[in-house]
């Protein structure tokens, strides 16, 4: 019942500052609910998001009509399943959270490289037997990127992007399933059970790595299923998939270590500044937007980078994964800007599992 009040209040204030009438994009309201099954519990609530709708549609429209806006001119945004949404319901799912202690100061321990981890990162670059190639994507090598996930309504980023990591690690590994494809990581497993952070409500993924090292490993996805809510630790090490030796954090900001590692190395989990109407919305193109943060207290969403490539009208980009499902972005991908002073801070907390 507080909830229902709650949302009635936030309904009639968002009515009166920020209300755009449907009009006759009335029939765009019906299809939306239809395209992805919207129901809302009450009739208020349902006027609320729809509010929300009309106002998300009046921005993107005027995004996509600014032809003199350098953003516009680098990418478009469209509706998709979030559009009954606002900034401050996306909250909820950028879960990537600095550790911090009781005085709010960040635990730079759960952040820092030991010196093995840093022999880890010097090895891999290194490495002169693997090329940097111009481009790279992982997704065309098999068993090296799983299909787009959707966290739901749980602030599960950071436990995406770590499984997205280490899958990209199976097949260097030796771990594969009976057809040797790629075994798919539980994220529920990390949410329940890696306790130094808050399930749903945020997390960072040098702490997955390191209870993964603890517990000696992370079951399958089809062994302990997703549930988009965190519940009662059922890990099940017998039924372990694979381990690894801890984390390692890249060079603060460096995007031309951040590349030579996807290539060298794999999938890697970074975090961004994602608070943009802008990201929740894109759809195509290289996304530039100069408003991003960089800094550390600037990263609120987890996601993992799979490849990078140039555009010859739109410049450098990174491939990038989001776990918002498929119907977000271009088929649950973003291509984001590259060698753009660090854009989104995309290379300010890149983080890989050691071994």
């Not at 059922?234 to 372990?240: A, F, L, T, W």
Request: aromatic letters at 10%; a negative charge.
């Amino acid at each position: 019942m507080r909830h229902l009040t709650l949302l009635i209040g936030a309904y009639m204030a968002f009515m009166s500052n920020n209300f755009a009438p449907l009009g006759l994009d009335t029939k765009l309201w019906i299809d939306f609910k239809q395209d992805h099954s919207k129901s809302y519990e009450s009739e208020q609530v349902e006027e609320l998001r729809r509010a929300i709708f009309a106002k998300n549609l009046q921005e993107i429209r005027k995004f996509n009509g600014d032809t003199h806006n350098e953003a516009r001119q680098h990418f478009e945004l469209d509706i998709n399943h979030l559009a009954d949404m606002s900034l401050m319901d996306m909250k909820q799912l950028n879960g990537f959270q600095l550790p911090r202690n009781q005085l709010g100061e960040v635990e730079r321990d759960r952040l820092r490289n030991t010196p093995e981890a840093e022999q880890f990162i010097k090895s891999i670059l290194e490495d002169n037997t693997a090329k940097v190639p111009d481009s790279m994507d992982w997704r065309t090598v098999p068993g090296r990127v799983s299909a787009v996930k959707n966290q739901g309504q749980c602030g599960s980023c950071w436990a995406f992007a770590s499984t997205g990591t280490l899958e990209g690690q199976e097949a260097v590994r030796g771990v594969t399933d009976g057809n040797k494809s790629l075994v798919e990581l539980s994220e529920q497993n990390l949410v329940d059970c890696v306790t130094k952070d808050y399930g749903c409500r945020g997390g960072i993924m040098s702490d997955a790595f390191d209870f993964i090292k603890t517990e000696g490993g992370i079951d399958s996805e089809q062994s302990y299923p997703y549930e988009a809510s965190q519940r009662k630790c059922r890990y099940d090490k017998s039924k372990s998939v694979l381990s690894d030796a801890g984390f390692a954090v890249l060079p603060e900001g460096d995007e031309e270590k951040l590349k030579e590692v996807v290539a060298k190395f794999g999938p890697v989990a970074v975090a961004i500044d994602a608070s943009s109407l802008w990201f929740q919305f894109y759809r195509r193109g290289v996304y530039v937007n100069k408003h991003c943060g960089k800094k550390e207290d600037q990263l609120d969403h987890a996601v993992l980078v799979v490849g990078y490539g140039t555009d010859p009208k739109k410049g450098d980009y990174w491939i990038v994964k989001n776990s918002w499902g498929p119907h977000w972005g271009d088929h649950g991908y973003i291509k984001m800007a590259r060698n753009r002073k660090n854009m989104c801070g995309i290379a300010t907390i890149a983080t890989l599992p050691t071994f």
